[in-house]
């Protein structure tokens, strides 16, 4: 079975830049999660969508940043205009509802603004 | 607001030891609880899922739970080099009708040969 699949894996650009991350969530899953991991921060929630719908995106550190889901097969974090502080490794998860369904995880897509 | 608090170590052992992987967490709605590991670049994945007072065994890891203390742990017997790695504990609270999991900021384990 597919797990989730991010894209790009890697992203190099330039401050001021737009960034587009992309994910595909494991098909049937009901909650899909966007996350940033720094070393000083940590595994951060940036949003989480149910059934395609955002229900909670007080993670979202500024507007710059903006994440859409418009069906159950795909997501993407965007981020406008980028700066040197955004570089994270952004994790897309997704799962089934209950306590006791674990998280799986994309490959993560390590972003870099210079 | 909800922790999750984990030792940041790093947690060094010698090959064939046990390795105790510490956990607290503030929520007492959490019921379910479940280790990660996370290699260099790699992405979270699940080793361990518990949510009954006690112990639980999978192979090599052992779980424990006890939530009137609020702590759980992972033990890892016989430490390979291959287990080095950061295990991040989560523990899912209720919100909303959704359950959306804290997780700590992990614990870097070393195994040593």
């Known amino acids: 079975d597919a797990g989730v699949i991010q894209s790009p894996r890697h992203e190099v650009t330039e401050m001021g830049q737009e960034v587009t991350l992309r994910c595909k969530p494991i098909s049937g899953h009901d909650y899909l999660f966007w996350y940033r991991q720094t070393m000083m921060r940590g595994l951060e929630l940036l949003i989480y969508?149910?059934?395609?719908?955002?229900?909670?995106d007080s993670g979202m550190p500024e507007d710059r940043f903006s994440a859409k889901m418009p069906n159950a097969s795909f997501s993407t974090l965007k981020i406008q205009p980028s700066e040197p502080r955004d570089s994270a490794v952004y994790f897309c998860a997704s799962s089934f509802w209950g306590s006791n369904q674990p998280q799986h995880f994309g490959d993560g897509t390590r972003l870099s603004i210079l | 607001q909800k922790e999750v608090e984990q030792n940041s170590g790093p947690l060094s052992v010698p090959e064939g030891a046990i390795a105790s992987l510490n956990c607290t967490y503030s929520d007492r709605g959490s019921q379910s609880f479940f280790w990660y590991r996370q290699y260099s670049g790699k992405s979270p994945e699940l080793i361990m899922f518990i949510y009954s007072n006690g112990d639980k065994e999978d192979g090599r890891f052992t779980a424990q739970l006890n939530k009137a203390s609020q702590y759980v742990s992972l033990l890892i017997r016989d430490s390979q080099p291959s287990d080095s790695a950061t295990y991040l504990c989560a523990a899912p609270s209720p919100s909303g009708g959704s359950y959306i999991p804290t997780f700590g900021r992990g614990t870097s384990l070393i195994v040593h040969p």
């Open positions: 969508f149910n059934n395609n719908v955002p229900i909670d």
